[in-house]
């Protein structure tokens, strides 16, 4: 079993419109990151969460860090073509400090 | 382009076989994380080195090993290479290294092993 469990596994949707992916664990993160993984290339970060609450905006996507700090959700407005791609979220969990881990994955395709 | 470089793109090799992937962190980076990505098991955190120092560990083999140089390049050691080996392994670097919040992480191009 996945610390990080994220849903849905997979995602297939028509350009523009909505969704959200969502990343769910019983423990309780110390902070909270989303990266997005093109095939044949790392993981790029894209944003980190680090209060419990805390909402935060890049363009046309908006992040959520649960209050009790166990989970966080990505929602993505007008889904374009270039947003194809391996979502992941990571965290750290307070108890154990630096030992990071990655959820699941969520893959994304946007149709045209 | 991340910053960071990791050698090689891509290696094949047997059973039983050991291998080594190296790592060239950012410039000015001193954390330096290494991951494994399989279709089944998703992205696993292996081990972490902070300015040539072991700084936390993850799901690694005994039989896998890495290492951080004084010139803050790391390698990652893996021996008496099974077939559940093949993999996608990573390599991540960050400006700090402490306990507690994540830190900024660059990946690599990462390495594609496959064990035949």
């Given amino acids: 079993t996945q610390l990080l469990e994220q849903s849905p596994q997979f995602l297939s949707i028509q350009e523009g419109e909505n969704l959200t992916v969502y990343c769910n664990s019983s423990s309780v993160f110390s902070s909270l990151q989303w990266y997005r993984q093109e095939p044949g290339e790392g993981p790029v970060l894209l944003v980190t969460v680090v209060t419990g609450g805390e909402v935060k905006k890049l363009k046309r996507l908006t992040f959520q860090f649960g209050d009790a700090r166990k989970d966080s959700s990505l929602h993505i407005t007008a889904a374009q073509p270039g947003d194809t791609g391996l979502y992941l979220c990571a965290g750290a969990l307070i108890l154990t400090g630096n030992q990071f881990y990655f959820g699941t994955g969520t893959s994304l395709t946007v149709i045209p | ?116």
Avoid: M
């Fill in chain 2, 1 to 116: 382009d991340s910053g960071v470089t990791q050698t090689p793109k891509h290696l094949i090799t047997a059973t039983g076989q050991r291998v080594t992937l190296r790592c060239s962190p950012r410039s000015g980076d001193l954390s330096v994380y290494w991951y494994q990505q399989s279709l089944d098991q998703g992205l696993q955190f292996l081990i972490q080195y902070y300015n040539g120092e072991e700084r936390a560990k993850g799901n690694i083999l005994e039989r896998f090993s890495a290492q951080q140089f004084p010139d803050l390049h790391s390698e990652l050691n893996l021996s008496s290479l099974e077939l559940g080996d093949s993999a996608l392994y990573f390599c991540a670097s960050s400006v700090g290294g402490g306990t507690g919040t994540l830190r900024e992480q660059y990946f690599g191009p990462g390495t594609r092993l496959t064990v035949t």
